[in-house]
């Protein structure tokens, strides 16, 4: 027998071959097929390894044209793809999709949108920035609010917490789910309806983290109930005009702040070298020329602490107020 | 009283879904008046051509002529042997499927061919006559002769001639379990295995998979009457129909070789192949049976991409690895 790949492979690419892909994923979602069966079959009509991303929701899956399951290979941004809510459907192919692919892709992505919903709890908050600003908005009636967290997967009874992410997105979580990835503040969990609270937390923590890299070094994420009295920091009404953060702006040299970073952050110096992954001898000698370029002493704890608080200045100064 | 006709089981969802698309080119019932039709539609049956089978040169591939049986007209055998196979080869006898009307001796050899690069087989596939223009026993008497010849030749094929297993799928999972029955009956070659995917066994068409399944699926029990009808005339469901046209009226299903049948739940075969292995057991035989869950007629085939089409090919896989390797 003539599979159903090859048949539909020898369809001209007009109605007929569409009305065929229609009828595959309709038949795919009225038997409650699940989301393999779903990325197999956009595989085996495109012809090429297709895969469901979903990072929200921990779903990878990718199939290949012969239906079976491989593992995850490297993205390619140039491939056609649609989205089903938080998910991505994409055919690994290159190039602009033809108007099979296209159908593939609109059919298989509004299926696996159905079953992800059904199976795995409404889509979480990033595809529904309304309901999260009512959630994180004090003045909104609370029934409202309720209703806002109800759909968005939460329940009354339960504790949850916002994130506030450095681009400005929010999210909410409910309060035992471990936070996602990225560069964010995270604020206290608590009550459903203490999440503008949560909310509030959370944008001031995320003005503590860092970008991780070498030119802003620091931890991505950031929990308000770690801060402490360091929150007071965002008192001050410049923390650019600083002078100790002008020097650490003005001192140029590219390995000063990651060094500075490692000093402040670990409790010796032969730490401090295993997390620059730099010899001992090399770090001292750092730390030397480090002293030098700033003009306070790096080996006592008032020194530490005096260029503490200039990086956390100089973070609060690169992350001003969110409007 | 009213004869209540309890409802079918579902398909499974990826071939429901496959069933949605390949429904309007294969209706699930036909008629004797469409055979002519049937035949004509090559969009139903794979063509294979001898470059196909070669498969890059990995087998050599002949038409062989042999004499029928007891004097009926010559018969034509496909034979594609492993040309990189070392150590013992076995042989796989083909009889192909196509409800004993449609069809010819490449028919499902494509399969064939997978067992016989993981195992190193010899296939053999019988080109037969088909009903109704040829009736029982012709066909089934071309597919013996074909088995004897092969026999007869194990030296030149180049297997052992204990590794000799008959398989089929459909008509052809029929036509494989008569020859079992003929070959232990007739004093005729011993067999390894008997491979039986789907088999149509029983002309009497009136089981309760059959009478669920009406409609629906693929061979349909209309499409079956049509082939049995093709095959045995007025005398199929009748008493007296020979075990070698359908295997499931044998009264003794004892000292056959090892056999494997497969079929789906959403199927007309399915308590007729269930019933076939329960009589093999029952008899003190060898049989192992699978029967999956929401499969319609030769799924497998129509939507091998499918999860529970790559499950039921690797069971046949698992199968033969014990047969020949355990």
């Given amino acids: 027998m003539k599979d159903l790949a090859v048949r539909l492979a020898a369809l001209d690419a007009d109605a007929s071959a569409a009305v065929q892909v229609i009828a595959y994923f309709d038949g795919l979602v009225e038997a409650g097929a699940g989301l393999q069966s779903i990325v197999r079959g956009a595989a085996v009509l495109a012809g090429c390894p297709a895969r469901l991303d979903d990072p929200a929701r921990r779903v990878h899956i990718r199939m290949l044209p012969d239906g079976a399951a491989a593992a995850k290979t490297p993205d390619d941004d140039g491939w056609p793809g649609a989205a089903a809510g938080t998910a991505t459907l994409r055919l690994e192919r290159s190039g602009a999709a033809g108007p099979v692919d296209a159908m593939v892709l609109e059919r298989a992505a509004a299926a696996a949108r159905t079953v992800l919903d059904r199976t795995r709890g409404r889509a979480p908050v990033t595809d529904q920035p309304a309901m999260v600003e009512l959630l994180v908005d004090a003045a909104a009636p609370a029934d409202a609010r309720q209703r806002a967290a109800r759909l968005l997967g939460l329940t009354a009874g339960g504790t949850a917490y916002a994130m506030v992410f450095h681009g400005g997105e929010i999210r909410i979580l409910k309060g035992d789910a471990d936070p996602p990835r990225g560069r964010a503040g995270i604020g206290p969990a608590g009550p459903i309806l203490d999440l503008p609270v949560s909310h509030d937390g959370a944008r001031v923590a995320v003005r503590f983290t860092a970008a991780g890299t070498d030119e802003d070094p620091g931890k991505t994420i950031i929990s308000y109930a770690e801060l402490g009295a360091l929150v007071m920091l965002t008192q001050v009404p410049e923390p650019g005009a600083v002078p100790d953060v002008r020097i650490l702006e003005q001192a140029g040299a590219p390995w000063l702040l990651p060094t500075l970073h490692a000093v402040t952050s670990t409790t010796s110096l032969r730490a401090a070298a295993t997390l620059l992954r730099l010899h001992h001898s090399t770090l001292q000698d750092r730390v030397a020329q480090a002293e030098h370029l700033l003009g306070w002493s790096l080996r006592d704890p008032d020194g530490l602490l005096r260029t503490h608080l200039a990086l956390v200045l100089r973070r609060l100064h690169r992350n001003p107020v969110s409007p | ?326």
């Fill in chain 2, 1 to 326: 009283m009213t004869a209540v006709v309890p409802s079918p089981p579902p398909f499974d969802p990826e071939l429901g879904a496959a069933l949605a698309v390949l429904g309007e080119q294969l209706p699930p019932s036909f008629t004797p008046e469409m055979i002519p039709l049937m035949r004509q539609g090559a969009s139903v049956m794979d063509t294979f051509s001898d470059d196909d089978l070669r498969r890059d040169g990995r087998f050599t591939v002949e038409e062989r002529t042999v004499p029928g049986l007891d004097g009926d007209p010559d018969i034509s055998l496909l034979i594609c042997r492993p040309t990189a196979a070392t150590g013992t080869l076995g042989c796989l006898y083909h009889t192909h499927g196509g409800g004993m009307i449609l069809g010819d001796n490449r028919s499902g050899v494509d399969m064939m061919l997978d067992f016989a690069e993981e195992f190193g087989l010899v296939v053999v596939s019988v080109e037969y006559r088909l009903a109704p223009e040829t009736p029982h026993p012709g066909p089934v008497n071309d597919c013996y002769a074909g088995l004897l010849w092969t026999a007869a030749h194990a030296d030149e094929l180049g297997f052992e001639p204990g590794r000799l297993i008959v398989a089929g799928g459909s008509a052809g999972g029929g036509l494989a379990a008569a020859l079992a029955l003929m070959a232990r009956d007739l004093d005729g070659p011993e067999l390894l295995g008997q491979l039986l995917i789907c088999p149509m066994l029983d002309d009497r068409n009136e089981s309760t998979s059959a009478v669920q399944m009406e409609g629906l699926g693929v061979w349909d029990r209309t499409a079956n009457r049509t082939g049995w009808g093709a095959l045995l005339g007025a005398a199929a469901g009748g008493p007296g129909v020979s075990p070698y046209a359908a295997p499931a009226r044998a009264v003794d299903l004892g000292n056959l070789p090892p056999a494997f049948i497969d079929v789906g739940s959403a199927e007309t075969f399915r308590d007729e192949d269930v019933a076939y292995a329960s009589r093999i057991w029952q008899a003190g035989g060898r049989a192992e049976l699978h029967v999956w869950p929401g499969g319609f007629h030769g799924f497998d085939m129509m939507a091998p991409t499918a999860v529970i089409s790559q499950d039921a090919r690797q069971a046949r896989f698992r199968w033969l690895n014990r047969l020949l390797n355990a």
